[in-house]
């Protein structure tokens, strides 16, 4: 919301202001991300000199022929997390990820876990990068101002700022961060439930961790908490999916599939339309039976580990191995054969069932993205995760035939996120004029009550 605001005030409608920072603070108040009545003037003006700071680094990046869009990225990206820290302090935020870094990195040693020199000379940017990813799930924004702020890496010494920046970026999407961050989501549900544990109650996780039997306690009543948590949050997530896919596929079936079938074939083929009309949303609610929450045993397994992390002289051991596998050309041919099995099966299905070209295409773009939503909320379990689970034929069967939907729906997402062609309608067309309507109305009503007060 912070970095919308920005984008929209400083770059789209090219409206600086002194008062940016109570403009920025009101809108949040009324969006209901924040009680304004909690902050003073002396928070807006300091909002304000960060941004002044920040539009001084753009003007810096653009003489440094840094492009346009680029530049913009990077200085949103960091003041608008510079901003929300000073709003929304995250200091037990801060202390989990400094933590659990250095508790993987005293057990992901460098020499076992890459693979050349140059991922040797990156190992630790991207360690800390996949540990902000695995615990907090933290975005580019986050991880680039958290690791500019760590390194002590301002805008003074412009070129050094460009160096780090494009740094980041190329480290984030390694391969490098994408094994660790693998590595670290399989072992990271005790610090999961830590951080939890030190949000929620920090002055009972101080009092209780110098007596092992008192924070162990705290700790496992804290795990059910989570265990909650995440059943809730999966049921808004199946709810919210259901939702979604059905108001976008009437939309497209209104805007698209009918005039499309009218045009072409003259009539309205109604069977296929129903089933891809009713299938995803009913296929998401089915995704719900299958997610169960994390056993027992896993609560236990999870306990085990946050107890001899603080009270052993030995580490926990991994559950998830490093090592890389490697695979002949031909065991690539073939896996890639069967990997478009799937889809010539669900082809076949569907032609049976009278499906054009086009219902196909669209079935497919909202089958996947259902997949992939319920693989998404699969994530919440897994995060909680401690003991290794071993494959049912069943269970392989089914992850072969998802497999290819999952990609398309995580491809179509990525590219749904890149282009952001619903962002950027909702931006221009209704936030700016509604927040450019709403401003006005306070400035109006803020002149009525100064002549007011005039009169007397």
Known sequence: AIRRFYNRTLFITNRPSKEIGEELIIELSQSGYINGNNFSTETTRTISLLVNEHLQLFVNLRKAHVPIKKATDWVLAVLAV????????????????????????????????????????????????????????????????????????????????????????????????????????????????????????PELAIQSLPDREQFLTVYRKQINIEYKQTSKRLNSGIVKGIIFILITKTLIGLAIEIPFELLIYGDIIILPLIISLLFPPIYMASIRLGLKMPSTANARSTEYSIDKLFYSDSAPKLQASHQNRTYSPLAKFTYTILFFLPLGISVWILNSFGFNPLQMFIFFVFFSTATFLGFRLRGMIRELKMSTRHNSLLSILVDFFYLPFILLGQWLSGKYARIDLVGKFLDIVIEMPLKTVLRLIRQWINF???KHDEIY
């Open 82 to 201: 510079k901003t929300e820290n000073l709003l929304n302090p995250h200091a037990y935020h801060n202390a989990a990820i400094n933590f659990t870094y250095y508790h993987f990195q005293q057990i992901l040693k460098a020499e076992d876990v890459t693979r050349s020199r140059q991922e040797a000379e990156i190992y630790e940017i991207a360690l800390f990068i996949a540990v902000h990813q695995a615990l907090l799930k933290s975005d580019m924004d986050v991880v680039r101002a958290d690791i500019l702020n760590q390194n002590n890496v301002t805008g003074e010494d412009i070129h050094f700022f460009i160096k780090w920046n494009r740094q980041i970026e190329e480290i984030y999407i390694s391969s490098l961060t994408q094994r660790l961050k693998r590595t670290i989501v399989k072992n990271v549900a005790p610090f999961r439930i830590l951080k939890s544990l030190i949000e929620d109650t």
């Open 448 to 450: 009525l009550r100064e």
